[in-house]
């Protein structure tokens, strides 16, 4: 079974493609990325128009691009996975009218996926996968959530943000800081000069006893530091607001992904999602999970941030188990919000 997956949610235009045999871990076989973070970066942030219409430019090539690397004709494939949400509409409709066009010239069916649930199982494509059952945190730029997982498709929800997610705390600090799009990366390598202990930063809901989040505070109290530091901060105060920023954000992801192991009795814990590229906060859970004899996994990093892989990847799982079933009934319960409730599968 031969799975072309297309990711097209947000800022990056991903293409995979995944082969799965018998019950084995599907495998990679190619893949392709074009961010275009560089064309964003001059507005600060992603413009939804200027996304949906590169991923337009780029999905084809880039599909030509995998087959090629994969040594395969577009008539190998027998299944084409999209994201269907959730993300940007019009960014989310180019991947889901390129892949419903291709399975109806190929006559192959094409299959939505939840963009979560593909970077919830991306960690399969890593060497060391994990085994189900496991806690997963999942922080991207649009997410956090902290989630029981029993097996593909079985998902129950711990807890999440009440307001900005993890990745967004990075980036709004990020910019607040004149830092370049996308913030987490940016803020990380200005941290790296930055002593975290400069500034005291609130730690929201570390202690509310319940596995939520809450990061809007966090980017209020590095605005109200700026303002005091004022117009003409030099370096190194900003390098300390950022590793103070960062280290906050970190104390509490890595605080309640270990109190989910513990209500949850699990001993395995999954990251994925953009932020899970971090390294302080890989870090900090490998050596404070160790200490509880609990594992950490974590998907290869270059498929951390949006990419097509973990859509194919969570396809073929999910028809490996004979779970690919129409949209409308698909038991994936992460109370998804989808963006384009109304694409359906031909
Ligand atoms: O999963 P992702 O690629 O896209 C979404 O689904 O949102 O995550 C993007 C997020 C952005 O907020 C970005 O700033 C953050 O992941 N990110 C990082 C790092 N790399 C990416 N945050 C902190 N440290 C990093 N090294
Ligand atoms: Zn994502």
New binding site residues.
């Given amino acids: 079974m031969n799975v072309l997956g297309i990711e097209s949610?947000?800022d990056?235009t991903g293409v995979a493609l995944v082969t799965a045999l018998g019950t084995g871990v599907p495998q990679l076989r190619a893949q392709a990325l074009h961010s275009q973070a560089d064309m964003h970066e001059a507005y600060g942030g992603v413009v939804p128009e200027l996304a949906s219409r590169d991923h337009i430019r780029r999905v084809l090539p880039l599909a030509r691009q995998v087959l090629r690397e994969a040594g395969m004709t577009l008539g190998q494939v027998d299944l084409v996975a999209y994201t269907r949400g959730p993300g940007l509409a019009g960014a989310l409709l180019v991947g889901a009218g390129v892949a419903v066009a291709l399975g109806t010239a190929l006559q192959r069916p094409a299959y939505g996926v939840h963009?979560l649930e593909g970077?919830l199982l991306s960690p399969f494509l890593a060497e060391d996968a994990p085994e189900f059952p496991f806690v997963a945190l999942l922080v991207?730029?649009?997410?956090t959530q902290l989630m029981r997982v029993d097996g593909v498709g079985r998902y129950a929800l711990l807890g999440e943000t009440v307001d900005d997610a993890a990745?967004?705390a990075?980036?709004k600090s990020a910019k607040l800081l004149g830092l370049g799009y996308?913030?987490?990366?940016a803020?990380?390598r200005l941290a790296a000069f930055g002593n975290a202990e400069a500034f005291e930063l609130p730690r929201p809901l570390l202690h509310s006893g319940n596995l939520d989040f809450s990061f809007a505070g966090l980017k209020t109290a590095v605005m109200t530091r700026l303002r005091k530091l004022g117009p003409d901060v030099c370096e190194q105060p900003r390098a300390d607001l950022a590793a103070a920023t960062q280290q906050a954000i970190v104390d509490v992801l890595v605080a309640k992904a270990l109190k989910a192991l513990q209500l949850t009795g699990l001993r395995r814990l999954v990251v994925a999602?953009?932020?899970g590229?971090?390294?302080l906060l890989r870090e900090t859970l490998d050596r404070r999970a160790a200490r509880i004899g609990a594992r950490v996994h974590y998907p290869p990093p270059a498929l951390?941030?949006?990419n097509g892989a973990m859509i194919a990847l969570a396809a073929a799982l999910r028809w490996q188990r004979g779970l690919l079933v129409p949209e409308t009934d698909a038991a994936f319960d992460v109370r998804p919000r989808w963006a384009l409730e109304d694409v359906t599968v031909p």
């Fill in positions: 949610s947000c990056e963009h970077h991207s730029g649009g997410h990745g967004e990075f980036d996308p913030g987490g990366p803020l990380a999602g953009g932020v590229a971090n390294a951390c941030t949006d």
